[in-house]
């Protein structure tokens, strides 16, 4: 006889290969000791997709001992992913671990993600509520003026106070799903989960989705290198242009080549407003900024590259719905 099903899968995705051959695994291991340690955790099952190359990664047979209760997955995926780094294949990981849970509600987090000791029981507290997704609020948790930098460009609009209740966005590194809220759309996510579509897929059946103050995770980036923060810009801005472009002509695709030097600007000036607004860490986003205008400048640079060229970074076009900055 099959176990019951779990309440809660977490779906772990490994994203610290975005600019490396090789997937570090030190990240994950920190992770799983987070979730190892949550209050009052309902029943639960850990899944991680991992990128599949052939060998053993180093680090997975530690990952193996430490965690025998953990499903790891090596995926091969159709994404390029070379010496060059990318992200695509990140989205595929993220489709074969959400086919492959079987508990009641879904969660997605990151390897670098260090969730809050209760966020396993609020976020099943929270779906008592009928949305179909509840995502959380997202801190920095390793003080250094690069990491905050990184934590602002990427995350800006998860730092508490996040306002509780419906909501249009929630990130995919701290989210939760209801499982039956996504079969519904299984063919949107089946191949690569996208949240953009995703949501709006969501969306157009008529379910909600929302935000938590109280399901908090800590961004926790650890041996956080400006050379490496710089191409991974590159790297997801060039990418973000592939799938914004695919819906447009080549004349608004020049458009937003000519305007992609005013990003830096317009971007730090969206962190500042948000930032102000909540009252919290306005002394740590001026130390950061000049490292703000340097990633968002590489951002702008990838951008503007992406919308010329149409392909992504590993080489391969990406057709797909816009996604908001």
């Known amino acids: 006889m099959s176990a019951p099903p779990p309440r809660l899968s977490v779906v772990i995705v490994e994203v610290s290969d975005t ?43 530690e990952i193996k001992t430490r965690f025998p209760a953990v499903r790891l997955l090596p995926i091969e995926v159709r994404a390029a992913h070379d010496a060059a ?17 079987r508990g009641d509600l879904v969660g997605l987090l990151e390897d670098h993600a260090r969730p809050d000791p209760h966020w396993c029981a609020r976020a099943v507290e929270a779906h008592r509520a009928p949305y ?6 997202i801190e920095n948790d390793v003080d250094r003026p690069l990491n905050w930098a990184v934590y602002f460009c990427d995350f800006y609009h998860y730092l508490n106070p996040v306002p509780a209740g419906e909501s249009f966005r929630v990130s995919d ?5 209801k499982r039956s809220a996504l079969e519904a759309i299984r063919p949107v996510w ?3 989960f996208r949240e953009p579509e995703v949501n709006a897929a969501l969306a157009a059946r008529g379910e909600r989705l929302a935000l938590s103050p109280e399901i908090v995770l800590y961004q926790h980036r650890v041996g956080l290198e400006l050379r490496d923060a710089i191409k991974e810009r590159i790297i997801w801005g060039r990418s973000y242009a592939v799938i914004r472009g695919a819906g447009i002509g080549r004349g608004q695709r020049l458009l937003y080549v000519a305007l992609s030097p005013a990003l830096p600007a317009l971007l730090w000036l969206r962190m500042a ?11 740590s986003f001026l130390r950061a900024s000049p490292l703000i205008g340097l990633l968002t400048g590489a951002w702008s640079l990838g951008e ?11 080489g391969r076009h990406v057709p797909a719905s816009p996604e908001s900055v």
């Open 19 to 61: 600019v490396a051959r090789r997937t570090d695994f030190a990240h994950l291991a920190r992770c799983l000791e987070a979730l190892n340690g949550q209050i009052d955790p309902p029943s639960m099952e850990i899944l991680v997709p991992y990128l599949a190359r052939g060998y053993d990664e180093p680090g997975i047979e």
């Open 190 to 192: 089946e191949e690569s």
């Open 85 to 101: 780094g990318g992200r695509e294949h990140h989205d595929e990981l993220r489709a074969r671990g959400l086919a492959a849970a």
């Open 132 to 137: 179909a997704g509840i995502g959380g609020a």
């Open 173 to 177: 590194a701290n989210v939760v799903y």
């Open 273 to 283: 407003r948000s930032v102000r607004r909540k009252g919290r860490c306005v002394g």
């Open 304 to 314: 503007a590259v992406g919308y010329v060229t149409g392909r992504s970074d590993g």
